[in-house]
């Protein structure tokens, strides 16, 4: 994996998860844009409780519920991509565990579900969603041998 110059991708509110290497972890996702062949000007992973990510569903989805990610990109068409990716840490701890999945699998599964959002992956119907989990397990693949 080539290393490009400053970091693209930040980490907000980490604290208490197990997110050891933040670094390689902005890294390996801004791999993921290169792979994808989409360029990344900026991206911000912001970590919320339920209130915090209830909230911004409501305000700017109009639901009224608890997510694990909302995802949204400022760039338009034509630029490199900028966007900031809310993840909700309790709905994320409690995903892990109905899918019998770690808490650090399932964040990472969710970090790269943004990412692959933002470089233009949909996951409305059924074939869609299944293209963006064989993604998922793509990257989380490629991570994980990356991380030995």
């Not at 990344?40 to 970590?47: D, P």
């Not at 990109?73 to 630029?79: D, E, G």
Request: hydrophobic share 35%; glycine share 6%; with cysteine.
């Amino acid at each position: 994996m080539d290393k490009p110059g400053r970091l693209k991708v930040y980490l907000h509110k980490t604290k208490g998860l197990d997110l050891p290497q933040r670094i390689r972890l902005g890294r390996f996702i801004e791999s993921i844009f290169r792979r994808e062949h989409i360029k990344l000007a900026e991206l911000h992973y912001n970590f919320c409780s339920d209130n915090e990510i209830r909230s911004l569903n409501a305000k700017w989805l109009g639901h009224d519920y608890i997510t694990d990610i909302l995802t949204f990109n400022y760039a338009t068409p034509m630029l490199p991509v900028s966007g900031d990716i809310f993840l909700g840490t309790a709905e994320i701890k409690r995903n892990a565990q109905r899918y019998n999945s770690t808490i650090r699998q399932e964040t990472l599964r969710v970090m790269f579900h943004g990412a692959l959002h933002l470089s233009g992956y949909d996951d409305k119907t059924d074939p869609q969603k299944q293209a963006m989990r064989r993604q998922e397990d793509h990257y989380l693949r490629l991570y994980a041998t990356a991380s030995k």
